[in-house]
C-alpha cells in the first residue's frame, strides 16, 4: 500500500485527500468481497476492477494517466463500474435494510445512510464530471 502512495506522490499533483479517497476505494471493494459469503473469483475481480476504474478517474483527472484519446474509454469504464456497483453489487442491499435495526432508530437510519452514501459518492461524481467536461470543451 505505501508503494501505492509513493507512485501517487512522483506526479506531486495529487492531492492528499484524493489520495487517502482512492486508498478508501480500494479498502471499501475489498471490504465489500469479505461481507460477500463465498465470492466467485468473478465477483471479487470485477469489484477490485470497479475500484481501480473508479480510482483511474482520479489519475486521469489529476494528470498521472494521460486523458484517453477517444470518450468511448471513459464511457466503458463508467458503465461498468455503475454495472458492478447496482447489479453486482445487488446482494449487498439486504445488509443495510433497516430491518435488522430497532423500530426506534429506523427514523434516524433512514436520514443516515442516504447522507453518508451521497457524502461518499460526491468526490468521484465531480471527478468523472471534469473528466468528461475535458472532452465537450475540446471537441
Same mark, same amino acid.
Given at each position: ?35 460477500? !459469503?463465498?465470492?466467485?473469483?468473478? @465477483?471479487?475481480?470485477?469489484? &477490485? ?5 473508479? $480510482?483511474?478517474? *482520479? ?39 433497516? !430491518?435488522?435495526?430497532?423500530?426506534? @432508530?429506523?427514523?434516524?437510519? &433512514? ?5 453518508? $452514501?451521497?457524502? *461518499? ?19
Amino acid at each position: 500500500m505505501l508503494h501505492f502512495i509513493k507512485i501517487l506522490r512522483k506526479g506531486g499533483r495529487v492531492p492528499f485527500w484524493a489520495e487517502m479517497y482512492v486508498v478508501s476505494l480500494i479498502l471499501s471493494a475489498a471490504f465489500a468481497i469479505y461481507l460477500t !459469503r463465498n465470492p466467485s473469483l468473478l @465477483y471479487m475481480t470485477s469489484q &477490485l476492477a470497479s475500484a481501480l476504474l473508479t $480510482s483511474a478517474f *482520479f489519475f486521469i483527472y489529476y494528470g498521472q494517466i494521460p486523458y484517453p484519446k477517444s470518450i468511448v474509454t471513459p464511457i466503458l469504464m463508467l458503465l461498468f463500474i455503475l454495472f458492478q456497483e447496482v447489479w453486482g453489487n445487488r446482494h449487498l442491499y439486504d445488509l443495510v435494510s433497516l !430491518r435488522h435495526f430497532p423500530k426506534k @432508530y429506523h427514523r434516524l437510519m &433512514l436520514f443516515w445512510l442516504p447522507f453518508l $452514501s451521497v457524502l *461518499f459518492i460526491a468526490p468521484v461524481i465531480w471527478i468523472i464530471v471534469q473528466v468528461f467536461k475535458h472532452y465537450f470543451l475540446f471537441i
